[in-house]
């Protein structure tokens, strides 16, 4: 059962979002990245700390490789 629908191009709003590269469908689907309306953070992991996670919504992605991500928004049954 699929329990998370991804999709392509900007989220609606800033906000930490499930995210994975497109290329890495099936890999690392389980990190987090923080949206800040432009560009996206490199990736944190649910096994990290919170001052880890807050490290990485620093570091930003080249802003030509938001179209190589994916974010997840959960199904509701």
């Not at 590269?21 to 432009?38: L, P, V």
């Not at 490199?42 to 700390?49: I, V």
């Not at 996670?53 to 991500?69: L, T, V």
Request: aromatic fraction near 20%; charged fraction near 25%.
């Amino acid at each position: 059962m699929k329990w998370m629908k991804w999709h392509k191009g900007e989220p609606p709003e800033a906000g930490w979002y499930p995210a994975m590269r497109i290329r890495e469908r099936g890999g690392w689907n389980n990190g987090w990245r923080w949206w800040d309306g432009e560009r996206w953070s490199w990736p944190a992991f649910p096994h990290e700390s919170a001052q880890k996670a807050g490290k990485w919504a620093i570091q930003k992605e080249p802003k030509g490789h938001n179209s190589e991500i994916m974010w997840g928004t959960a199904w509701i049954f």
